[in-house]
């Protein structure tokens, strides 16, 4: 099992944790690294920003772009649910109103993804990148 995370000091950065690892010896419990290629922009320059690609779609721009892919609409509605409903002072009670009202729209469940564009911070970072706090962390 492991955990990483992804942050941003204008490029990309990333680590992932293997606890598995920490049984081989020679294995690095973490791995690490940076778009360093890339030149993603500081303030007041012209490079384009995380998520902003010339002659792309993307949508996101200064973003990091979080997929959940689901089995199931269902799957993936309740996911997104729990998600809103844990930013409530009463999780409980904000789940019930959500739910409450697709029930009453009639509305259907078609998507299996749920999508959150997150903020990228490149202000809270240091030229090093530091991880604290990544602006999305997977756990395992």
């Known amino acids: 099992m492991g955990w990483g995370d992804f942050g941003s000091n204008g490029s ?9 690892n920490d049984r081989n010896p020679g294995s690095p419990p973490v791995v690490s690294g940076i778009d360093g290629g ?6 007041g320059t012209s490079q384009p920003n995380i998520g902003k690609q010339k002659g792309s779609k993307k949508e996101h721009d200064g973003k990091f ?12 509605f309740n996911a997104a649910v729990t998600a809103l409903a844990n930013l409530h002072e009463n999780p409980e009670q904000a789940r019930k109103v959500i739910q409450d009202a697709l029930r009453t729209s009639g509305g259907r469940l078609a998507e299996k993804d749920v999508i959150f564009d997150v903020n990228v911070w490149p202000s809270v970072r240091n030229e090093n990148g530091v991880f604290d706090p990544p602006e999305v962390s997977v756990d395992w």
């Open 65 to 76: 772009r979080v997929t959940g892919r689901f089995e199931s609409a269902l799957e993936a």
């Open 38 to 43: 890339k030149k993603h922009p500081r303030a």
């Open 12 to 20: 990309v950065h990333w680590r992932i944790h293997y606890h598995d």
